[in-house]
């Protein structure tokens, strides 16, 4: 089992930044690949991004690319979201998995391949 456990959500001005912290317990942190995915209301939970066990690899979705950076601390058992240029559309619970693999060969895209998850964490962008 890994619990994890996301914080640093809140209300910000478009824009703005936030920063989001996933720290993990349990089994070994750092064999696990970890992702970030979100859920807007009335909306589908869609991917964000994704890093390699190691931390030496990362993906990204289209809408975040160059505005946020996923990062690991693997001594920490924690995984992080720095998000910058903040706008509307980025409203909506933010939640981190694990993914057991630790990306052996592909991006982890789809939250089937996750096998443990946080209970989210609330991010609302005011225009």
């Known amino acids: 089992q890994v619990q994890l456990v996301e914080s640093g959500g809140g209300l910000v001005q478009a824009g703005g930044s936030l920063r989001l912290s996933c720290a993990a317990s349990?089994?070994?942190?750092?064999?696990?690949?970890m992702g970030w995915f979100r859920q807007a209301p009335g909306k589908k939970r869609e991917f964000v991004v994704a890093i390699s066990k190691s931390g030496g690899s990362t993906s990204y979705a289209d809408s975040v690319k160059g505005r946020f950076t996923i990062s690991r601390d693997n001594t920490k058992n924690a995984v992080y979201l720095q998000m910058n240029s903040l706008k509307p559309e980025d409203t909506a619970v933010y939640y981190c998995a694990a993914e057991p693999t630790g990306w052996n060969s592909r991006t982890p895209y789809y939250e089937y391949e996750y096998d443990y998850w946080g209970q989210g964490t609330q991010v609302t962008v005011s225009s």
């Open positions: 349990g089994r070994t942190f750092s064999n696990y690949a």
